[in-house]
Structure formats: C-alpha cells, structure tokens
C-alpha cells in the first residue's frame, strides 16, 4: 500500500446513485482499491444498472441495493455496516419538483441514516454551480472553496439545479456537523471523459450536441471542465485522507466555449461542429481563475482535456450514441490548442484506435 492511502483491509463503503455516470466510476475506484461496495439504485434490476456487474471485483465485492433518498428505511438498509458512504445522487435536472425533496430532505436523509448506521464518514457531491453563480465576483477573483453561487441570482436567472445543489450542499454541512460525522465534499465541474453506463448522462450530451450538429451555434460563454476518472479519484481521496474535510474543488481547467469547439473540431475535423458564436452583443467572456490546490494537495494529478474529449466521444461512438465517421482513423495527431489571445494552452499526442 503506498503511503497515499489508509489500508482500507476490504472495509465496506456505500455509494448512492451508483449506477449513474460519476456514481459507476467512483465505484469502479472503490474496488480498485479493495473496498467492498455496496452501490444504491432505485431500481438495481433496471437494465441501465447492468454494467455495474461487469466493473473487476464486482462479481466478489459489489453488492446493488434499492433505494430511494426519499426512503429512509431503504437507506438505512443500504448503509448497515458501512463505514463510509458517497453520496453521489442527484436529479441532474433543472425540475424543482424534482430538485429540491432530493437535495433537501434526501440530503438529510442520507446523512441521518449515515450517523444511525455507525458510518464514520460521508462525502458529499456538490457541484461548481454552487460555487461560481456569482455575477458580482470581481473577475480577476481566484475561483477557490470559499466561494459560494448567489441564490437570489441562480433563482433570478432559472438556474434551478444551482439552488439545489447550494441547498443540498449546506444541509449535508450543518445536518453532518449537528450528527458529529465528518464530511468531505468534493465540488465537481461539467465532467467529461469517458461512460460506464449505456445511457447518454447530461454532461457527455453537452458534448454529444455539438459532434451531432444539433447546437447550431455556441453561446459566449465560459465553463470549467473536468474528466470524470479524476472526480472519483477525488472522491476516494477525500474519503481516505486522514484529516481531510471541507469542500475540495475539483477543476481540470477553464474554458470560453470557443475553445472548447475549437478542441472538437481539431480531434474531430470529421463532424459538423458549428463555428459560429452566438452573438450577445458582449464582449468575449474570459476564462476566470481558479484553484485546484487543495486536491493537488491530496496528490490528485489532473487529466488534460483533450484526453478526456478524446476518450469520452470514442466511447459515446462504441456505445452507439454517434455515428463513426472513417477520417478518424490516422494513428497519433498532434492537438494543438490556442486561447483566444493566440496563446498556447495545450499540446499533447493522442494515440487514435
Ligand atoms: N456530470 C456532471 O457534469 C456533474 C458536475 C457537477 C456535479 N455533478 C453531480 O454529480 C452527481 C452525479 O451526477 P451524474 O452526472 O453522474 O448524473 P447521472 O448519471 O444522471 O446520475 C444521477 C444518479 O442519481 C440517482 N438519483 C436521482 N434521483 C434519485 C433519488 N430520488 N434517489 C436515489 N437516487 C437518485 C440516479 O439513480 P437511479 O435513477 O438509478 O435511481 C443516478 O444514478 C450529482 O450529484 C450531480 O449533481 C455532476
């Protein structure tokens, strides 16, 4: 065991929402690294849960569970005897019906059920919505842990699913601090890279749109990006890291969407992926700053972007989700992406199946 982690001698942990797209990777680490893993579904039987039983381990160590955040003796039941749970469920919807039992209630739920249970520890998953809906952060501001989204302007601007992360983040904070558990969160971005799952998750279609053609214009905007292989890293980071709690910030980088089309088109030159900007009547927004440190300092090495892209559309193309256009098929290409200024932000090789 290398000194980056606890041994964790085949302690039982509980993932909620484990079949999803960041649920099923965080999973995937956990037995990794030895755990035994219980994973929550409200359906386990449901087809879409079936590539949970094809992760390595699974077969000796993953056991499905059902259960509902909104059913407290099924959470109960699903977190007997475990040390740890992650609790990764969410809609990841802009429907307040929807959103808010979940964030509020659920979260709660989860954390009482946890503390009832004899877990030790919890780590939560936020999301940057919570954190960077801020129209009057200055921009020359550091993005960081201390930052939180405005509510007022996140209802304002129907930016829904934002309330219910910041509501479901800090009722998992004071109900965790009011039970004596300690509570890491990890505060992922838009995550990229790519399934587990069959089905087409919110952040792979953001993707998906573009390569299809369907987005027939981008927006003057800017967005922070992450490979999801490096959020469930950090979920296990944060969960065996002595010490570790509070909220960790998990970006890989920033990007105008500009940039983020022109990664495409260059990886992708075969598919229609629109060039044109949606005029505002806006200055070009700027990438903001931000920090990453506090997972850095816990040892975990972030994916460059093209990386993720790169693996995420090859597997939404295995699965189906888009068609497979043959200029794909040179060996290795060079991928050179500018910002916006003509500076060069990136360079790297990808072998290409
Ligand atoms: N993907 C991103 O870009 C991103 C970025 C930041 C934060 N996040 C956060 O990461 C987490 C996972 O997101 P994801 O992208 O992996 O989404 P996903 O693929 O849609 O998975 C969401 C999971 O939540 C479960 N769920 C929804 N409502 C539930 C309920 N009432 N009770 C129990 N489980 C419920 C679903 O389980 P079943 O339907 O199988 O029961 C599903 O497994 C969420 O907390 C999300 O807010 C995601």
Redesign the pocket.
Known sequence: MSSCSIPNNGEEVCV??????????VVKELLLRGYRVRG?????T?A??AHMLALDGAHERLTLCR?????YASLRAAFQGCHGVF??????SNDPQ?LV??AVE?TRDVINAAADEGARRVVF?????AVHMNPNRSPDAVLDETCWSDYDFCKNTDNL?CC??MM?EITATEQAALRGLQLAVV??????GP?L?Q?L????N?VARYLMGTKKSYPNAVAAY?D?RD?ARAHVLAYERPGAQGRYL?IGTVLHRAQLIAMLRELFPQYPVTAKCEDDGKPMAKPYKFSNQRLKDLGLEFTPLQKSLYEAVVCMQKKGHLPVIQQQQCAVQTCKIRTIGGDMISQMQINKA
């Open positions: 909620t929402g484990a079949g999803g797209f960041i649920g099923s990777w929550t579904a409200r359906d386990p449901d879409k849960n259960a509902d955040v909104l059913d609790h990764v469920a969410s809609p990841v929807e039992p979940v659920g998953t936020s999301s940057y919505g699913y219910a992360k479901a505060v992922p971005c838009m995550t990229m399934m799952q089905e998750n919110f952040s792979s953001h992450v999801v959020v998990c």
